[in-house]
């Protein structure tokens, strides 16, 4: 099966930076999105940003001029650079997979962002 496995999180003070990185087991030459979301407790899931071939980054509005989204086809691997972040960013992010950004197929296991402020 695919593999998606997430690293970097753990648990920083308010203004504090973190990064995510992401990798995937696909062998489609890159032809799939990639893409970061999150679960808060309590809260559904909801996207933070993606990266489909040869496309521009979308972002939440609530991570853009904070948050950028990085992609390496060739290591099939995804970045999240996190900076600077807040309370409300705390929850688990899991790097997700699949044909289209808004319903992936593939998720990884998740990792913890925590703002210990």
């Known amino acids: 099966g695919v593999r998606l496995e997430e690293s970097g999180g753990g648990s920083v003070q308010a203004g504090g930076s973190l990064r995510l990185s992401c990798v995937s087991s696909l062998q489609t030459r890159g032809g799939y999105c990639l893409g970061w979301f999150r679960q808060a407790p309590g809260k559904e899931r909801e996207g933070v940003a993606v990266?489909?071939?040869?496309?521009?980054?979308a972002y939440a509005d609530f991570v853009k001029g904070r948050f950028t989204v990085s992609r390496d086809n060739a290591k099939n691997t995804l970045g999240l650079h996190m900076n600077p972040l807040s309370p409300e960013d705390t929850a688990v992010y899991y790097c997700a997979a699949g044909p289209q950004c808004a319903s992936p197929d593939h998720w990884g296991q998740g990792t913890q962002v925590t703002d210990s402020s």
């Open positions: 990266m489909d071939i040869n496309v521009s980054p």
